[in-house]
């Protein structure tokens, strides 16, 4: 059974940094692109950040260039996200996303792409 765990979300001020991580089970991880994504209330699941699989590429949302990073250790069967400067507007949900890419690692950001979600870590930035 695949089992993608969030941990890392929390409150904090605008300015700060989070680092979320997310736990990877029952899949080859290694074989996964992985991504995150994030939804704020009221509106439709947003991508934010992808990683192919062995880590040597990456994609941003521009929304969050160059003040989010994405991550992956395939001998933790983790991923990350560290971000940076956070801003109200990054307040949602966020969850990890676990894609096979078959037919190799192209349109990172559909969530389509995915076979796998997790359940999603809070972040709330406060103003």
């Known amino acids: 059974q695949v089992q993608l765990v969030e941990s890392g979300g929390g409150l904090v001020q605008a300015g700060a940094s989070l680092r979320l991580s997310c736990a990877a089970s029952g899949l080859t991880f290694s074989t996964y692109g992985m991504a995150w994504f994030r939804q704020a209330p009221g509106e439709e699941r947003e991508f934010v950040a992808a990683?192919?699989?062995?880590?040597?590429?990456?994609y941003y949302a521009d929304s969050v260039k160059g003040q989010f990073t994405i991550s992956r250790d395939n001998a933790k069967n983790t991923v990350a996200l560290q971000m940076n400067s956070l801003k109200p507007e990054d307040t949602a949900v966020y969850y990890c996303?676990?894609?096979?890419?078959?037919?190799?690692?192209?349109?990172?950001?559909?969530?389509?792409?995915?076979?796998?979600w997790g359940q999603g870590t809070q972040v709330t930035v406060s103003s």
């Open positions: 996303a676990a894609g096979l890419f078959v037919a190799g690692w192209r349109t990172p950001d559909t969530p389509a792409r995915y076979n796998y």
């Open positions: 990683i192919s699989r062995s880590g040597a590429s990456t």
